[in-house]
Each structure stands twice: as structure tokens, then as C-alpha cells.
């Protein structure tokens, strides 16, 4: 008996239920289940059955991979990515935007030039909002030139939360006294970020595994906490996708945790903590 019969005896869980379930959503999602995470497998998709009024994993299996279960096939797949996401997140990556970047790209936006920043992965707009406000700080009129903030994500879910850019006053202090105070509106329950900010992004529903409609270039990517759900391969893979929408000197932002790999390590050069510049070629 596995720890989730154990521990959650509601539905029978087994290791083959687990294992046809991370398998259909690492073939959409990219995403890599481990057995470690059968416990938690089970407590995201617990809730799914309970609304479909389901008995058991069985037919919960079966209706995902019916032709007219494809709907719920998207809602197990968004139910088991992780959201986990706050402003100014690995606030080094900020500073190197501030100090290093927005300098030469405030000077060519002035100029009437193009300026896109793209956020992979941008969960419910945390990400993108930091780095809206960051460019606001240096350019406070920038709706009115053309710079733009992609945000794109999978989770169909997160990306309405990213959209509304209305979030609990918990949050508010994670972002820097002085933008708060420029750029966000605090009302009794919740705090709403500046139309200023919220006019510069995009959001667009996004799967890094299928093809992407944009064709770039950006002066930035940020792409953290996202890789670290794939496999290696795809993760080489997505890496290389990400360098060629890159002109030389641009940034690539990565997560902590993450670790860049394949043939990009040959166009990327460290440039600061997980942050990397395209060069021309392999700079070692
Ligand atoms: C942990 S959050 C990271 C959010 C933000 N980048 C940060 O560092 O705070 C990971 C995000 O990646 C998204 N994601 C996972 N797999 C994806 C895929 N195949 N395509 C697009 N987004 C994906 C998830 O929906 C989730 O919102």
C-alpha cells in the first residue's frame, strides 16, 4: 500500500493510478513526476473527482483519456502545475535589470525604439508586475513608447489572477517602498497595481512544448522556476528555444535552483547570479 492509500483513504490511489497520471501530463505539460510526488498528485486531483462527483481513480482515468473528457484533461494537467510565485522574487535579478539594462534600453525606447521583455512562465503575474514596475521607475511614461512585456503561462487559471492584478495586502510589502507607492492602490482587503504597469503586459495562454506564435527578439527573458519541473532533455531542449529568440548582449534570467544546458551553454556567458548574456559564441 502506498503512502497515499495511507494517508488519504478517501479514493484508492495506487502506484499505476499515479503513473498513468504522470504519464499524460509529462506528454502535455513537459512536467516530470517523480514518485515522490504521488502524495501530492493525489491531494490536487482529490478535488477534481469530488466535483465530477467521481468514485474512484479508475473512471477518472478513463473519462482524461476519452475524446470527451479532453476539457478535464486540461483542468488535471493545470491542477497539478505549481503556481508558486511572489514580487521581486531572487531580487538580484531586478538590480541586474536596474543597474545593467534598463539603462541602454530606457535611452533606445526614448529614441522611438523596440523594447520587449518576455516572462515564461509567468504564473499569476507576480513576475511580470516586478518587472513592469522596475521599467516604470526609469520610465515612468512607457505605455507611451513601445515597450512591451510579454507574460505567458500554461495554467489558464493564474494567468485571469495575472490579468485582474489585484492581490492580498500580504503581498504589498514585498515589493520596494518606493514603487509601492507609485505604482499600486491599496483599498480595505486587497491592493491593485497601477493601470501604468498593467497596460504594458500581455498575457497569453502558453505551452513551453508546443510551438510559440512569437518570434522576438527580446532584450530579456525571464524563464525561473520553471525548468525545474522538466526533464533534462526537454529542459536542453527549451533552453535553446529560449537563446535563439535572443540577439547578442540580451539577458536570460533563470531560477535558483536551475542549471542552463545543451547547446545554449555555448551562446550564454554568466553575467551575474543565474543570469546570462548571449555572446556571439562558446566565451570558454
Ligand atoms: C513555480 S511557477 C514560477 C513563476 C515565476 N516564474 C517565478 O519564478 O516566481 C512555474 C510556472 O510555470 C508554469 N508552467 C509549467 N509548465 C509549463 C509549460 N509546459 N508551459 C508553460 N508554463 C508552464 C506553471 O503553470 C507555473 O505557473
Redesign the pocket.
Given at each position: 500500500m502506498s503512502a497515499a492509500e495511507t494517508t488519504n483513504p478517501e479514493f484508492r490511489f495506487t502506484q499505476t493510478h499515479f503513473r498513468q497520471i504522470a504519464s499524460t501530463v509529462e506528454k502535455i505539460?513537459?512536467?516530470n513526476f517523480p514518485d515522490s510526488k504521488q502524495t501530492l498528485v493525489y491531494s490536487r486531483l482529490v478535488r477534481r473527482l469530488r466535483a465530477l462527483n467521481l468514485q474512484n481513480f479508475d473512471d477518472y482515468i478513463k473519462l482524461v483519456n476519452s475524446a470527451n473528457g479532453q476539457n478535464e484533461l486540461h483542468q488535471m494537467a493545470e491542477a497539478l502545475?505549481?503556481?508558486?510565485?511572489?514580487f521581486f522574487?531572487e531580487d538580484h535579478h531586478f538590480t541586474h535589470l536596474k543597474n545593467k539594462i534598463l539603462a541602454s534600453l530606457v535611452a533606445r525606447a526614448k529614441e522611438g525604439g523596440r523594447v520587449r521583455i518576455w516572462?515564461a512562465?509567468?504564473?499569476s503575474g507576480?513576475?511580470p508586475y516586478s518587472i513592469a514596475l522596475q521599467i516604470l521607475q526609469a520610465l515612468p511614461d512607457a505605455r507611451a513608447h513601445n515597450v512591451r512585456i510579454l507574460a505567458?503561462?500554461?495554467?489558464t487559471k493564474?494567468l485571469s489572477i495575472a490579468k485582474r492584478g489585484c492581490y492580498p495586502l500580504e503581498e504589498l510589502s514585498g515589493i520596494p517602498a518606493d514603487m509601492r507607492n507609485a505604482w499600486t492602490e491599496k483599498h480595505s482587503e486587497h491592493f491593485e497595481i497601477d493601470d501604468a504597469a498593467k497596460n504594458m503586459i500581455e498575457y497569453r495562454p502558453?505551452?513551453?512544448?508546443e510551438s510559440w506564435p512569437m518570434k522576438g527578439p527580446f532584450d530579456a527573458i525571464?524563464c525561473?522556476?520553471?525548468m525545474i519541473?522538466f526533464t533534462q532533455d526537454i529542459q536542453a531542449k527549451l533552453w535553446s528555444r529560449m537563446v535563439a529568440l535572443l540577439p547578442t548582449n540580451a539577458v536570460l534570467y533563470i531560477?535558483h535552483s536551475e542549471r542552463i544546458s545543451g547547446d545554449a551553454t555555448k551562446l550564454l556567458a554568466l553575467d551575474g547570479i543565474t543570469t546570462y548574456r548571449k555572446v556571439e559564441r562558446a566565451s570558454a
Open positions: 505539460t513537459g512536467n502545475t505549481t503556481n508558486v510565485t511572489k522574487r516572462s512562465g509567468c504564473s507576480q513576475e505567458t503561462d500554461f495554467n493564474v502558453l505551452n513551453l512544448m525571464f525561473r522556476n520553471v519541473y531560477g
